[in-house]
Antibody
């Protein structure tokens, strides 16, 4: 069974970097696409970016140069780094797998809530 | 970015009632390869989102067949034929045709 698990700090100070890890079991990240999505207070969802089976990346332009997604295939993990965070980055962050059709996210982690506050 | 407009924002239903959620796109979601990358998710309270339907109308494995999707171009609909208690939560449409992927604002289904 495919399982994803996010981990990382739940509190980040403004202007610092947010770093999260997604650990995947039951499936290799060298197949498919793997993404980060966040849900803001309320219901708004935002696709942040993904890393492909080959290691190529694609990011939401709204995050400009603040975002980086990398991976460690030996540990079957991929990572999110978001720089220069503000209170507007407070959200629940999810990692997910794209099941073969663009945008169709078929496996999700449980999510990690990150608060940006001093 | 493509804007997906979901209506209604909130839906009150009784058990057994059939309901529909609309998702309208600011651009056609028909890709040049012939696929329409419009999908539906459900997020139950306290849970992660779950894929219900992909490519407009294909039911994800394990999803009850009371869920169905339809539509084309810019207008799409999710129908639940006989709401059950486990269907409560927030429904999202999401598109993958145009980068970046975008989500609708969500429709909250609650019990009347």
């Amino acid at each position: 069974e495919v399982q994803l698990q996010e981990s990382g700090p739940g509190l980040v100070k403004p202007s610092q970097s947010l770093s999260l890890t997604c650990s995947v079991t039951g499936y290799s990240i060298t197949s498919n696409y793997w993404g980060w999505i966040r849900k803001f207070p309320g219901n708004k969802m935002e696709w942040m970016g993904y890393i492909s089976y080959s290691g190529s990346t694609s990011y939401n332009p709204s995050l400009k140069s603040r975002i980086s997604i990398t991976r460690d295939t030996s540990k079957n993990q991929f990572f999110l780094q978001l720089n220069s965070v503000t209170t507007e980055d407070t959200a629940t962050y999810y990692c997910a797998r794209s099941g073969g059709f663009r945008g169709a996210l078929d496996y999700w982690g449980q999510g990690v809530m990150v608060t940006v506050s001093s | 970015d493509v804007v997906l407009t979901q209506t209604p924002p909130t839906l009150s239903a009784t058990i057994g009632q059939s309901v529909s959620i609309s998702c309208r796109s600011s651009q056609s979601l028909l890709h040049s390869n012939g696929n329409t990358y419009l999908h539906w998710l459900l997020q139950r309270p306290g849970q992660s989102p779950q894929l219900l339907i992909y490519l407009v109308s294909r039911l994800e494995s394990g999803v009850p067949n009371r869920f169905s999707g339809s539509g084309s171009g810019t207008d799409f609909t999710l129908k639940i034929s006989g709401v059950e208690a486990e269907d409560l939560g927030v429904y999202y449409c999401v598109q993958g045709t145009h980068a970046p992927n975008t989500f609708g604002a969500g429709t909250k289904l609650e019990l009347k």
